[in-house]
C-alpha cells in the first residue's frame, strides 16, 4: 500500500449531536460537554457536530437551557475545529416550512453565533426546499468569509432509488451552490457493498466532497465505512466509542485505528483519542443507572434492514402503541409502514416523514380499516404541503383521504402559503420576552416550548435579582 496515493479521510465527532439525541434521547447538558472541549479541539476532527433540531428543542423543553447560549460557549471552547449543525431544509429546526426571511435569519444567527458547516435535508429529498437555505448560507459566507453549505441526500431504499436518481441528485445539488454533499442514512440502510458502489456513483457524478452518516443500528456501519472509504469518501461520521454503537454511529477510535498506516490514515493520536473517551465513560455509566441510556437502544435491531424503518422510528411507535394498550399489534403495524410509504409517493424516513407514516400506520390498524382516519399531516402531505415525491402517491388513497381537494406542486414553503415575510409578525407575538435577537428565532420555531423557557428564564433572573437587591437603599444593581 505503502506506494498508493495518500489520501486521508476527515473524521466528524458526532458525541455533541446525533450520538447523545441517538442514546439518551439528546439529553446531554453543556455543563457535560464544556469540560472537554478543550482536549476535543486538539484532535484535528474535520469537524466537531454540536447542534440541530432534537438539541434545539431538547435544550429549552427539557434542560432548561438557551441552545444559543450552548452554541457560543461551545465557539468559545471550539478555537481550531469547525461546528457542523443539521438544518431541516424549509422547515429550520422546526416542523412546518417557513418563510424566507426566517430561513434567512436563521442561517446568519447560526453563522454569527458559531456554527461554521450547515448540513441541509428535506425529507422528502426534493431540492427545492433546501435552495433559501443554501442561498442563505451562500449569502452569509460572501459577508463573513464564513458558513459552508452541505446538501444531506436522504437514504432510503426503493424502486425509484436507483444509482442514476442519485447521480442526478448529486449533479443538481452541485449546481444548486453546494459546498459538499452528505449521504444521510438516518436508518443504517446502506449495506456495505451498497456504499461501494453508491460513492463511486457520486464521485463519478461530482467534484464536491462526499461525507457518509450512518447510524450502527443495524450493525454493518463499520464495514460500510471500510467500503465507502475504500471507494473514495472523503469524512465519515463517527462518535467517541462510550457513546458509539447501538442506535449511534460506529466508534471513532475504531475508525481511526482500521485506517491506521494506510493511504487512508486519518493521523488522528489515539492517545488523545482514548482521553476523551475516559472523559465520557463515567457519564455512560450514569446514564445507564439512571436508564437514561436504555439497553434496547445498545444492540442490533435487525428489523431495521427487515422493514426499512429507522430505529428512533421503531422506538416512538412502541410508546404510542403503549399509549393506547395495543403493544401486541406492533408487528401489523411494522408490517403496515412500507405499504403506508408505498401509498404516498415512497418518501424517505425522517423527520418529519417518518414521524408521519408511522403514526399514519398505527391509526391504519388500530382502526380496523385502512384510511378510515388520516392525521393532519398525512393529509398535509397528501396535498402537496411538504414538497413533491419521487414516486406518484395512491390515487385511491387520496380520493378516500382528501376528495375533491386542490394538489398543489410548489416548494412547501409556497404550497403552504408562506410567501410573505413572517419575523415581523412573529417578533410582534413574542416582544416582550424578547432579550436577545435570537429569542425571536427560537419563538418562531417552537412558540410554546419557547414561551415556557422564556417564563423560567425570567423567573431564574428575579430571583438572582432579588439576592443581588441592596434592600437598604431599595436600589437594584444594574
Ligand atoms: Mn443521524
Known amino acids: 500500500m505503502a506506494d498508493q496515493v495518500k489520501k486521508p479521510v476527515g473524521i466528524m465527532e458526532t458525541v455533541l449531536r446525533d450520538a447523545h439525541q441517538s442514546l439518551i434521547a439528546t439529553r446531554m447538558p453543556t455543563e457535560i460537554m464544556l469540560p472537554i472541549v478543550d482536549k476535543m479541539d486538539k484532535i484535528g476532527y474535520h469537524a466537531v457536530e454540536c447542534w440541530g433540531g432534537a438539541t434545539f428543542d431538547a435544550s429549552m423543553r427539557f434542560l432548561k437551557e438557551d441552545p444559543w447560549e450552548r452554541l457560543r460557549q461551545l465557539r468559545d471552547g471550539f478555537k481550531n475545529t469547525k461546528l457542523q449543525m443539521l438544518f431541516r431544509g424549509q422547515n429550520i429546526l422546526g416542523y412546518r416550512p417557513y418563510a424566507d426571511d ?77 459546498d459538499s454533499i452528505c449521504i444521510k442514512d438516518m436508518a443504517g440502510l446502506l449495506v456495505p457493498y451498497k456504499a461501494e458502489e453508491l460513492v463511486k456513483t457520486l464521485k463519478e457524478s461530482t467534484k464536491l466532497p462526499i461525507q457518509l452518516h450512518t447510524h450502527y443500528t443495524s450493525g454493518v456501519a463499520s464495514m460500510t465505512y471500510l467500503k465507502a472509504v475504500e471507494a473514495g469518501v472523503d469524512v465519515i461520521d463517527c462518535a467517541i466509542s462510550p457513546f458509539a454503537l ?24 489515539i492517545n488523545k483519542l482514548v482521553e476523551i473517551a475516559d472523559y465520557f465513560r463515567p457519564y455512560r455509566e450514569e446514564c445507564i443507572e439512571s436508564g437514561l441510556m436504555s439497553t434496547k437502544v445498545l444492540g442490533v435491531n435487525i428489523k431495521t434492514l427487515q422493514y426499512q424503518v429507522p430505529g428512533g422510528m421503531l422506538s416512538n411507535m ?125 419563538y418562531a420555531l417552537l412558540p410554546q416550548v419557547a414561551t415556557e423557557f422564556f417564563k423560567f428564564r425570567q423567573a431564574q433572573q428575579e430571583k438572582v435579582d432579588l439576592a443581588k437587591a441592596d434592600t437598604k437603599n431599595n436600589a437594584y444593581p444594574v
Not at 458559531?114 to 431540492?127: A, E, Y
Not at 452569509?140 to 452541505?150: S, Y
Not at 408487528?331 to 403506508?340: D, G, H, K
Open 102 to 178: 426566517v430561513v434567512y435569519s436563521f442561517v446568519e444567527k447560526s453563522v454569527a453565533n458559531g456554527i461554521d458547516v450547515i448540513r441541509i435535508f428535506d425529507c422528502l429529498n426534493d431540492i427545492r426546499n433546501l435552495q433559501a437555505a443554501v442561498d442563505a448560507t451562500n449569502k452569509i459566507k460572501k459577508q463573513e468569509g464564513r458558513g459552508e453549505a452541505q446538501i444531506a441526500l436522504s437514504y432510503t431504499l426503493g424502486d425509484a432509488y436507483t444509482l442514476e436518481y442519485w447521480a442526478d441528485m448529486a449533479k443538481k445539488i452541485e449546481e444548486m451552490g453546494a
Open 246 to 269: 447501538g442506535t449511534s454511529q460506529p466508534a471513532t477510535e475504531v475508525m481511526v485505528q482500521t485506517f491506521k498506516d494506510t493511504p487512508y490514515d486519518t493521523g488522528l493520536d
Open 318 to 442: 412502541v410508546s404510542q402503541l403503549k399509549e393506547q394498550n395495543a403493544e401486541d399489534r406492533y408487528q401489523e403495524v411494522l408490517e403496515e409502514i412500507p405499504r403506508v410509504r408505498k401509498d404516498c409517493g415512497e418518501p424517505p424516513l425522517v423527520t418529519p416523514s417518518s414521524q408521519i407514516v408511522g403514526t399514519q400506520a398505527i391509526f391504519n390498524v388500530l382502526m380496523g380499516e385502512r384510511y378510515k382516519m388520516a392525521t393532519g399531516e398525512f393529509k398535509d402531505l397528501l396535498r402537496g404541503n411538504y414538497g413533491q415525491t419521487v414516486k406518484p402517491m395512491s390515487e385511491e388513497v387520496i380520493n378516500k383521504v382528501i376528495p375533491g381537494e386542490v394538489r398543489h406542486t410548489e416548494r412547501s414553503a409556497v404550497a403552504t402559503g408562506h410567501t410573505e415575510p413572517e419575523l415581523p409578525g412573529i417578533e410582534a407575538e413574542m416582544k416582550q420576552w424578547k432579550q436577545q435577537d435570537e429569542d425571536v428565532l427560537s
